[in-house]
């Protein structure tokens, strides 16, 4: 299938402004998946409240636009009950890492199998532009007139602190590469968290005097690298490991109290 | 079938599993825990799925996915965690998700009295989530009426495609009682769509009110959120569209409120005297009322069953007959008489509140009918 066949063409157009990367992410996610065998019926795409979770009704699969914060655990309880299913979440850095922060380091450390993709453009969108856990230190926002005090996450850390079997970085300048780590993640078998780098100059960019959505990617190229460079910020996958998954373990689970055999 | 000597949590856990559930999501908090632990014991050896989670938000979250995906599915917990609950009880409600919650209430407000039991939650039960949503709320009073009616809160979650939340004080969730597990219980699920999915438009009622929710990976796919849609699931800012749908999440309970709302008359025809209870304020309320008619006393009582929507032509109507005084004892201050005082002029309520953590006795039920006499 080609990826703009999974798109819902009369939902748009879309309601993202001029210049916000996360059409981009968008893209790079849907040319990975159709690179791969899964049928449309078999893929559910969960969100939660933002920009970014905005994105699941632009879809053409089974698509579920939840709570602020809560798209893990919905995509919890869809995978469990129906493990055969691709189940993938789109996400935002306010949704994934303030409100939705416990879900998400929970879902890590069961290692069930759910693709977590975090549009991460530092800045709540939605509500015009407060600062978030993923907005660097000093940094403007509306609700940070002076600056913004807080230090943020790291989230490839955290992630892999709270037992992620993979995490990877990208970013919308690119897109090749983000393609590439997301075709990976969906093909990880266990909780798989890829954050990615988006700009948005309507909000983040116009504050902290960024320049257009060209100047922001530009910034991007400057500033990441995927070869490790030092000082840096490192794009690329991070954690690729194999480790049981969740819904196999809750299925070997009930085999063995089928077969009366108790705890092994 | 002989009965069996089991305790109200695990009469809920038993109902559940008769009426189909096969996905508990949970977070531990007296006095509600045994059911979660019931289930945990339970379930896989049904090939259900027991998850514990890392907090009531993800607890009701995972069982609204589960139900998306066409299981059924329970959560339970007590005041606190039902406080927790509450935004994506909202999102069910919205987006037409049958689930089933149970709430064993305790004391109140905050951390309270975890031990004890407690009536503070019938308002939350009604109007915890913001805006206006539909969602019903049965009461159980007896060991027997938790199996019961946690079977029919599978079965109204199912039929309407709406939140039902069971709530139970601590007395009743902790007392053992001879239950019999009927085996040939009526089970109700929900429709699937009849249209090919190409036709289909997940929130189109056609003549009806209730959706046809097709589970998520059943080759119907299609949109469900939280905010306002259309009847594609997807979001609009068109007013009609909006108040439609708004109108019809409440009709479709509203409209079938002789269906929905379960309670028991005794001896009301001629009293001139009704106790109005559920919980365990009943239990003392149904001894009191014995004894009074055995004086000859002409004392009836009304045992709600469905505390939401709640019977207001039940009480009008029984009001109306006699003009008869309502006792109405409560353990909180009087949440209960001030709905019933909608339907039954406040004068002719004598309210028994209780708060302490202790049981309204029957000494105190006779006091309060002598009073009235």
Known sequence: ?264 | MSKRLIQGNEACVEGALAAGARFFAGYPITPSTEIAELMAEKLPALGGVFMQMEDEIASIAAIIGASIAGTKAMTATSGPGFSLMQENLGFAAMTEVPIVVVNVTRGGPSTGTPTKPSQGDFMQARWGCHGDHPIIVLAPSSVQEVYNLTITAFNMSEKYMVPVVLLYDEVVGHLREGVELKGTAEIINRDFPLVPPENYRPYATGDGLIPKLAPFGSGYRYHMSGLSHDETGFPTGNPATIENLVVRLQDKIEKNRQDIIKYKAIDVEDAEVIFLAYGSPLRSALQVQKQARARGEKVGLIQLLTLWPFPHELLTETFARNNADFIIPELSLGQLADEASKSVPRDKITRVNRNDGALITPAQLEQALKGVR
């Open chain 1, 1 to 264: 299938m080609k990826y703009k066949d999974f798109l819902r063409k009369d939902k748009m157009p879309h309601i993202w402004c001029p210049g916000c990367g996360h059409g981009m992410v968008l893209s790079s996610f849907l040319r990975a998946l159709a690179k791969r065998e899964y049928h449309p019926d078999k893929v559910a795409v969960i969100s939660g409240i933002g920009c970014s979770s905005r994105a699941s009704g632009y879809l053409n699969f089974n698509t579920l636009h939840t709570t602020h914060g809560r798209a893990i655990p919905f995509a919890t309880g869809i995978k469990m009950a129906k493990p055969e299913l691709k189940v993938v979440v789109l996400t935002g850095d306010g949704d994934s890492a303030a409100i939705g922060g416990n879900h998400l380091i929970h879902a890590a450390r069961r290692n069930i199998e759910l693709t977590v993709i975090v549009f991460n453009n530092n800045i709540y969108g939605m509500t015009s532009g407060q600062y978030s856990p993923l907005t660097p230190h000093m940094r403007l926002a509306t609700t940070a007139p002076y600056g913004n005090i807080d230090y943020p996450f790291d989230l490839v850390k955290l992630a892999e602190g709270a037992g992620a079997s993979f995490v990877a970085r990208g970013a919308t300048a690119q897109p090749r590469h983000l393609e590439k780590i997301i075709g990976q993640g969906l093909d990880h078998n266990g909780f798989s968290l890829i954050e990615v780098i988006t700009q948005c100059p309507t909000y983040f960019g116009r504050k902290n005097r960024m320049g257009s959505a060209v100047d922001m990617l530009q910034w991007q190229r400057d500033n990441t690298s995927t070869t490790g460079k030092e000082g840096k910020i490192p794009l690329g996958i991070f954690v690729q490991e194999e480790r049981p998954e969740y819904c196999a373990n809750y299925h070997h689970l009930v085999k063995t109290v089928a077969e009366g055999k108790g705890s092994e």
